[in-house]
């Protein structure tokens, strides 16, 4: 059964602070993409960032096999890559696609976001790849209120996604966000509208549409974190953690 935390205005208040920054690293690293570039040099901006800030990155050292943690402050997942890229000497080149996504924790509160970023210029295929998963986040965000249900979101997203023909990956959800990076509760990016667990006023979630150009499955990489599509082809990763009110849902990493 899952156990969901409802956050005090407080609580929500130190989370703000927390997503404040996961958004402004976006937002710097964004400013550094271009062909030649390493991924490791993004990772190294992100991290110094984050701790001038007073923040330390999330997955840093995450992960449940103590000999496989996760080594660095950004997952950085090019084309094929869907998620949980690891950052290196891998240089950025013209017309790829690159997938940001950080995790900070400040004041005992963690946020978590992402964006996908074109190399230079892209294929009109994958401008439209992440068109289509940019507005899929959006549509979930507007289903994410009291009352409403999980899957209104999960819905929401893939109806969006498949419309434009491309696919959501399944394998791989969007959380519960606060004390822990990852709590309850799972919210995938497909489902039927109506079911679901019921969402409160004073849930906060990270909702994280992972979109495929072509199939939904995926692979997993020998180094045991870099989530690839099976057929090749490039993915696409929107999140933003967000605050469900009694009103419109508060996105904490705008």
């Given at each position: 059964m899952?156990?969901?935390?409802?956050?005090?205005?407080?609580?929500?208040s130190?989370m703000?602070?927390?997503?404040r920054?996961?958004?402004?690293?976006?937002?710097v690293?964004?400013?550094?993409?271009?062909?030649g570039v390493?991924?490791k040099?993004l990772?190294?901006v992100?991290e110094e960032?984050?701790r001038?800030?007073?923040?330390?990155?999330?997955?840093k050292?995450?992960?449940?096999?103590k000999?496989n943690?996760f080594p660095?402050s950004?997952?950085?997942?090019?084309?094929?890559?869907?998620?949980?890229?690891?950052p290196?000497n891998?240089?950025?080149v013209?017309?790829?696609?690159?997938?940001?996504?950080?995790?900070v924790?400040k004041?005992?509160f963690y946020?978590?976001?992402?964006?996908?970023?074109p190399?230079?210029r892209v294929?009109?295929?994958?401008?439209?790849l992440?068109?289509a998963?940019?507005?899929?986040l959006y549509r979930g965000?507007?289903?994410a209120?009291?009352g409403?249900?999980?899957?209104d979101?999960?819905?929401?997203?893939q109806?969006c996604?498949?419309?434009?023909g491309?696919?959501?990956?399944?394998d791989?959800?969007?959380?519960g966000?606060g004390?822990?990076?990852?709590?309850?509760?799972?919210?995938?990016?497909?489902?039927?509208?109506?079911?679901?667990?019921?969402?409160?006023?004073?849930?906060?979630i990270?909702?994280?549409?992972?979109?495929?150009?072509?199939?939904?499955?995926?692979?997993?990489?020998?180094d045991?974190?870099?989530?690839r599509t099976?057929?090749?082809?490039?993915s696409?990763h929107f999140?933003?953690?967000?605050?469900?009110?009694d009103?419109?849902?508060?996105?904490?990493?705008?």
């Open positions: 899952a156990r969901v935390t409802l956050k005090t205005p407080e609580e929500i130190l703000r602070d927390s997503c920054i996961v958004a402004q690293v976006i937002q690293v964004k400013g550094l993409i271009k062909p390493t991924t040099e990772d190294d992100a960032f984050i001038s800030q007073g923040g330390e990155p999330a997955f050292g995450y992960g449940s096999n000999h943690l660095a950004l997952c950085i997942s090019i084309d094929d890559q869907v998620v949980h890229g690891i290196g891998r240089k950025l013209e017309g790829e696609l690159v997938s940001i996504d950080v995790g924790k004041n005992e946020g978590d976001g992402a964006w996908t970023f190399v230079g294929s009109g295929d994958k401008a439209r992440m068109k998963t940019e507005e899929s965000i507007e289903q209120r009291a409403n249900r999980v899957h979101i999960s819905s929401a997203v109806s996604v498949e419309r434009e491309f696919s959501v990956v399944r791989l959800v969007g959380h966000v004390r822990a990076l990852h709590e309850d509760p799972a919210v995938p990016n497909y489902g039927q509208a109506g079911t679901g667990m019921v969402l409160q006023k004073g849930m906060t990270a909702i994280e549409p992972m979109v495929n150009f072509g199939k939904f499955k995926v692979t997993l990489d020998a045991g974190w870099t989530i099976s057929d090749g082809s490039p696409a999140e933003h953690t967000i605050a469900i009110t009103d419109t849902p508060e996105i904490l990493t705008r």
